[in-house]
């Protein structure tokens, strides 16, 4: 067990990462728990707090462009385009490793996923580093990605040195992976730069088929991910059976029966939804809730990516 130290101060968190510790910090997306990507003895301490498989690379996280050169060993062109529209903000490109670092990051691959986060205090602490960090979900392995501080606190007090406390995340979901290293960019895990999105820099740009396949091309999708306790039941509409109090409902539209669960969510919008629904995993576990209904969504703009994650805590 280490002491976990809470603080506000960007500076006094990034003093671990360069004494060789790890820290949990805020992002726009959810919290990372990040590591010095030159300190090996670090990067393990991520896998052994989280119970992450070693088979699971890492995202490099840096505050600006001049931080490319010490991850990546060249930009595709491609790459270059979605850096020039979409960095800063809550999306990772997969591209070619710098030989400088450790493979224990990126799990033996010789690519990297490299994110630039917008959230101030995440900018603030990266500066203050001074080196790109490596970070996955600031989570136990399994459990849902943390969107607030104490989440991370639940997760992993006494077994990380620090946690970087900042406000409930912005989008709530994790970024959008785009593998940059093949004829045309490939959406690895959906997120908050969508399709859509990326498609109006790059018309080429498709969705990954690989998801459930045996040796996926994100290690990530092979996971039990973002899961809560209770089990998970998509419905298309408010459900209409009278449920159990000890049931949950999350979705865009009130159930006909709202007394009847335990705890009710209508999000007014699916940015919302997205916001809410790991948050909403978490407090229906600690209230012990058995089942939680969660309203199913377009599958457009960011629906794309909240059905990701509703489908994969559903089926795990
Ligand atoms: O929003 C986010 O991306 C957050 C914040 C902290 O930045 N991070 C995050 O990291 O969600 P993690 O480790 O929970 O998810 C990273 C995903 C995994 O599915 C992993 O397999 C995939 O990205 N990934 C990382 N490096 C990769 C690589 N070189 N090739 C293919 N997939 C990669
Ligand atoms: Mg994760």
């Given at each position: 067990?280490?002491?976990?130290?809470?603080?506000?101060?960007?500076?006094?968190?990034?003093?671990?990462?360069?004494?060789?510790?790890i820290v949990a910090f805020p992002t726009e997306t959810v919290y990372g728990l990040g590591a010095n990507i030159f300190?090996?003895?670090?990067?393990?301490?991520?896998?052994?707090?989280?119970?992450?498989?070693?088979?699971?690379?890492?995202?490099?996280?840096?505050?600006?462009?001049?931080?490319?050169?010490?991850?990546?060993?060249?930009?595709p062109a491609d790459a270059a385009k979605l850096i020039e529209v979409f960095f800063p903000g809550p999306l990772t490109?997969?591209?070619?490793?710098?030989?400088?670092?450790?493979?224990?990051?990126?799990?033996?691959?010789?690519?990297?996923?490299?994110?630039?986060?917008?959230?101030?205090?995440?900018?603030?602490?990266?500066?203050?580093?001074?080196?790109?960090?490596?970070?996955?979900?600031?989570?136990?392995?399994?459990?849902?990605?943390?969107?607030?501080?104490?989440?991370?606190?639940?997760?992993?007090?006494?077994?990380?040195?620090?946690?970087?406390?900042?406000?409930?995340?912005?989008?709530?979901?994790?970024?959008?992976?785009?593998?940059?290293?093949?004829?045309?960019?490939?959406?690895?895990?959906?997120?908050?730069?969508?399709?859509?999105?990326?498609?109006?820099?790059?018309?080429?740009?498709?969705?990954?088929?690989?998801?459930?396949?045996?040796?996926?091309?994100?290690?990530?999708?092979?996971?039990?991910?973002?899961?809560?306790?209770?089990?998970?039941?998509?419905?298309?509409?408010?459900?209409?059976?009278?449920?159990?109090?000890?049931?949950?409902?999350?979705?865009?539209?009130?159930?006909?029966?709202?007394?009847?669960?335990?705890?009710?969510?209508?999000?007014?919008?699916?940015?919302?939804?997205?916001?809410?629904?790991?948050?909403?995993?978490?407090?229906?576990?600690?209230?012990?809730?058995?089942?939680?209904?969660?309203?199913?969504?377009?599958?457009?703009?960011?629906?794309?990516?909240?059905?990701?994650?509703?489908?994969?805590?559903?089926?795990?």
């Amino acid at each position: 067990m280490v002491k976990t130290k809470l603080t506000q101060s960007p500076s006094i968190a990034a003093r671990f990462i360069q004494h060789g510790e790890i820290v949990a910090f805020p992002t726009e997306t959810v919290y990372g728990l990040g590591a010095n990507i030159f300190n090996e003895a670090a990067i393990k301490k991520i896998f052994l707090a989280k119970g992450r498989p070693a088979d699971n690379p890492l995202i490099a996280h840096i505050c600006d462009a001049s931080q490319l050169e010490q991850v990546t060993s060249g930009i595709p062109a491609d790459a270059a385009k979605l850096i020039e529209v979409f960095f800063p903000g809550p999306l990772t490109l997969i591209l070619p490793k710098n030989e400088k670092v450790p493979l224990m990051a990126t799990a033996g691959l010789n690519t990297i996923g490299v994110r630039m986060p917008k959230d101030s205090i995440a900018r603030q602490f990266l500066r203050a580093c001074a080196v790109p960090v490596v970070a996955p979900s600031a989570n136990l392995s399994g459990r849902p990605s943390p969107t607030t501080w104490q989440a991370v606190r639940t997760d992993l007090d006494g077994l990380i040195s620090c946690i970087l406390k900042g406000d409930q995340t912005k989008v709530g979901l994790e970024s959008t992976v785009v593998d940059c290293t093949s004829d045309k960019p490939i959406i690895l895990r959906a997120g908050a730069v969508t399709l859509e999105q990326l498609s109006k820099v790059i018309p080429e740009t498709e969705v990954s088929t690989e998801a459930g396949v045996v040796a996926p091309k994100s290690p990530g999708m092979k996971y039990r991910h973002y899961a809560p306790r209770a089990k998970v039941i998509l419905t298309p509409f408010p459900q209409y059976t009278v449920p159990s109090d000890t049931s949950a409902y999350i979705g865009l539209d009130a159930p006909f029966h709202p007394a009847a669960f335990k705890r009710v969510l209508i999000c007014k919008s699916v940015e919302e939804y997205a916001h809410e629904l790991f948050h909403f995993f978490r407090e229906c576990d600690k209230e012990e809730v058995e089942t939680i209904y969660c309203q199913t969504v377009s599958e457009e703009g960011l629906g794309l990516a909240l059905m990701d994650r509703i489908k994969k805590a559903a089926h795990g």
